[in-house]
């Protein structure tokens, strides 16, 4: 069931009134949506126990459709109206921000991070370091409660194509090939597409259909390979990669080590490395997007076991032994997580992050949590988008995969993306495509009445170009 909200947001976008009275108003405005909300979904109720007793299937089916719409805006509003009043530097409340897979706001907290990473760094100058790297600490800790990974290993980097590289130079490329797929994001597909412009070897093992990809990675692992690399959601169409055990165990059996893109599953979708037997595979981790850390948060994961010694390596991966005679010690690599460091970096980020870890827990806000809001947005604009009507050819759902097995946008298919994306974005509404497809992101503050406006700019603007 399709509502549209009235005003641009169906909110109140008065901001004349200081901080204070403007979070009084967002906790009035949301307990009384709140209300209103539980008693739509009575009447809702009555209604449906009438139509059974009395109307056809027709209605029955219509009274069950809208039923459930009210239950998804209720799950949804019961945290998002809770966290729009955390986020009012980036004033979520009155914007129409669906770029939560792209670059997700940060809470207000981030800001106290920023100023203590600022403060110790004044006070302390060179010994600021043991600090810094306590607040990394934190970021592991996490990782490791969200992948159910407590030995896992966590070396922090300033982008995930750094620690790419370093992990490519610790492999033996006298065999020089490389099993990818073709949906992957420009971090590992530019990069692998020079090597290949470079003489290795790669194989694109095609995404679709996604159904017996495991097999096809079997059929590609035949010959002689470096390392496989694949997404766990693939960033074109957020599609969950269901087989992604199965192409591990391919892996082991081959003796291939796997490395995984996991920057649009971390914290969308739990995933436990032990229980899916994982614990021996690399993992590509970011901070930027559904995490609220801010840039400079990214990860490597990697086997406790690991002994690698990557060719392309920095002093801060040996940085227990920089008091040492480097000549006599010859190229050294600390034990733990910082075997694939590079070199100084900036760690302020790291305390921006750690704020917002910190605000996580004391919000209550689980893994598990936010894996249900993302489901139910990505359903309720999923819904609404159908109901729309809007004509195929010129923008369609790229496809109809049920949200349990998606990530946290959705993504639809136009030959227009660009034109609509600009139009939205001067409408008020962000969103990102890429080539024909325009993605729509979510985030755990996006509340219904958002996503129902986004909806009303959505419709309007593909009747303006078609």
């Not at 436990?272 to 901070?287: C, N, P, Q």
């Not at 850390?293 to 392309?312: T, Y």
């Not at 359903?379 to 097995?405: C, M, N, W, Y």
Request: one cysteine or more.
């Amino acid at each position: 069931m399709y509502f549209l909200t009235s005003g641009p947001l169906g909110l109140d976008s008065d901001r004349g009134s200081g901080i204070g009275d403007r979070d009084r108003d967002r906790d009035r405005g949301s307990i009384t949506h709140s209300l209103v909300l539980v008693l739509a979904l009575s009447l809702s109720l009555s209604l449906a126990l009438s139509l059974a007793l009395s109307l056809s299937p027709i209605l029955l089916l219509s009274s069950f459709f809208f039923l459930l719409t009210f239950f998804h805006m209720f799950n949804i509003d019961n945290l998002a109206l809770k966290l729009q009043p955390h986020y009012s530097h980036f004033d979520v409340s009155n914007r129409l921000m669906f770029s939560g897979h792209s670059h997700q706001a940060w809470p207000d907290v981030a800001l106290e991070g920023l100023q203590e990473g600022y403060m110790e760094a004044a006070k302390l100058v060179d010994e600021k370091w043991a600090p810094a790297f306590a607040k990394t600490d934190v970021l592991r800790g996490w990782l490791r409660g969200f992948y159910d990974d407590p030995d896992g290993l966590y070396t922090v980097s300033q982008n995930t194509h750094d620690v790419l590289i370093r992990l490519l130079s610790s492999f033996d490329w006298s065999r020089g090939r490389i099993v990818t797929t073709d949906g992957e994001f420009h971090t590992v597909y530019r990069q692998t597409k020079r090597l290949e412009e470079a003489g290795v070897s790669v194989e694109r093992v095609p995404v679709f259909p996604l159904k017996g990809i495991a097999e096809r990675f079997r059929l590609a692992l035949q010959a002689p390979t470096t390392v496989a690399i694949v997404s766990r959601v693939f960033f074109m169409n957020a599609l969950v990669l269901d087989e992604l055990p199965a192409i591990a165990a391919i892996c082991r059996e081959k003796g291939v080590p796997l490395v995984v893109d996991d920057y649009h599953g971390t914290n969308v979708i739990p995933i436990s490395l032990r229980d899916t037997g994982m614990e021996d595979t690399y993992w590509l981790i970011g901070g930027y997007k559904y995490m609220q850390w801010g840039e400079g948060n990214c990860f490597l994961r990697f086997p406790s076991n690991c002994a690698l010694r990557p060719v392309i390596t920095g002093w801060f991966s040996s940085f227990n032994s920089l008091t040492l005679n480097r000549e006599k010690i010859g190229i050294l690599y600390d034990n733990g997580d910082n075997r694939f460091l590079g070199g100084t970096y900036d760690p302020i980020s790291q305390y921006r992050a750690a704020r917002v870890v910190q605000f996580f827990e004391e919000m209550g806000i689980t893994p598990e949590l936010l894996e249900r809001q993302y489901r139910t947005q990505v359903q309720l604009f999923r819904d609404g988008f159908k109901e729309l009507d809007l004509p195929d050819h010129a923008i369609a759902l790229k496809h109809d995969v049920p949200s349990t097995s998606t990530g946290g946008f959705v993504a639809l298919e136009t030959p227009h993306a660009g034109q609509i994306r600009v139009s939205l974005r001067e409408r008020g509404m962000l969103t990102d495509h890429r080539d024909t497809t325009l993605r729509i992101g979510m985030a755990p503050y996006v509340s219904s009445a958002q996503i129902q406006a986004g909806l009303g700019l959505l419709s309007a603007v593909v009747k303006e170009i078609v």
